[in-house]
């Protein structure tokens, strides 16, 4: 038993998982080449903010022009009343207060779909029999507009914390479980064979093989559920809710309020830069192998 331990040990170096080993070859790997790769890195972020900053400066130029010339503020609103808005927000300290309760329940259903998609599809596709079973069930359920189930989940939950949990969680557990589904099934089975005939246990191959094969998938599952997260928290705070940016945006717009409903958007909008960013760099510290590959 200590000589499979040991052999599978030796197969992370001939492909099981990534290593260094694949990115020293080429001049970025050389002392002298690295300080010059991570300054022109540098260089490409900062060409790239600064034309994502001027396309913003560009697109709220023309919108608080268009709202004088071509329309009047009560149906687009400005930027600079936006602005406004947002600043007696952040003062008065309903931001805060709207903003966690969104973020509250848009993570929690991201972490809920997360975990119980992941496992049903590491189980889905380690039996591909029961997936073939339940494969119409789920495609299915994947298919309803969870959306107009939202009144139901009030109804079931009331208008508190837990339906928009569920409403996010609903949004979310489909992709992670089919992206995760098709990871598995292109695993490369040569791999797996190799660690069979080293008599290596089901829990040995997942964790040498399985997931790591399948984590690039998983995390862009997460990355399209992360939006659906917020989709969910909003609609159940837009549907029945006494705080959240839903609910804000929702009260507003009763009061033909556009200012404020164009605030929200803008808090919404913000809060998906801000969580996709860090994604990304989460996403990039774990696979910081597969860019360096692509450079």
């Known amino acids: 038993m200590a000589t499979s331990h ?7 170096g001939v492909g099981t998982l990534p ?23 540098w260089r490409r972020h900062l060409v790239l903010n600064g034309w994502r900053l001027l396309l913003s400066i560009v697109v709220l130029a023309a919108w608080e022009v268009a709202a004088t010339t071509i329309t009047t503020p009560f149906w687009i609103s400005q ?5 406004g808005r947002l600043v007696s927000l952040a003062t008065s300290g309903l931001l805060v207060w709207h903003v966690w309760a969104t973020l509250q329940a848009a993570l929690l259903g991201l972490a809920l779909g997360a975990i119980v998609g ?10 591909p029999r029961v997936a073939a079973v339940v494969d119409p069930l789920l495609m299915g359920l994947n298919s309803l507009p969870r959306v107009a189930l939202a009144p139901l989940f009030i109804i079931w939950f009331g208008i508190g914390l ?5 409403l996010a969680f609903s949004l979310v557990v489909f992709p992670v479980l089919i992206n995760t589904y098709q990871g598995v ?52 705070e837009l549907v ?26 803008v808090i919404l909008m913000l ?7 860090l994604s990304k760099l989460v996403e990039g510290r774990l696979f910081r192998w597969r860019s360096n590959e692509q450079r």
Not at 185 to 211: C, E, F, K, N, W
């Open 240 to 265: 029945g809710s006494n705080r959240g940016v839903g609910y804000y945006v929702e009260a507003a717009a009763s009061n033909f309020d556009t200012t404020g409903v164009f605030a929200g958007l």
């Open 6 to 12: 040991g052999a599978i040990e030796t197969l992370q």
């Open 79 to 83: 930027p600079s009343r936006v602005f």
């Open 162 to 166: 837990p339906s928009k949990v569920i």
């Open 185 to 236: 099934r292109g695993v490369d089975l040569d791999l797996v064979d190799v660690l069979r005939t080293m008599r290596a246990s089901p829990l040995q191959i997942a964790r040498r093989v399985t997931i790591p094969s399948t984590l690039p998938l998983i995390f862009a599952g997460l990355r399209i559920g992360l939006g659906m997260s917020l989709i969910g928290a909003v609609v159940g």
């Open 271 to 277: 809060m998906t830069i801000a969580l996709n960013e």
């Open 19 to 41: 290593t260094a080993r694949r990115g020293t070859t080429g001049p970025s790997s050389t002392p002298s080449g690295a300080p010059r790769a991570r300054t022109s890195v």
């Open 118 to 127: 992941v496992a049903l599809g590491l189980l889905l596709g380690a039996y």
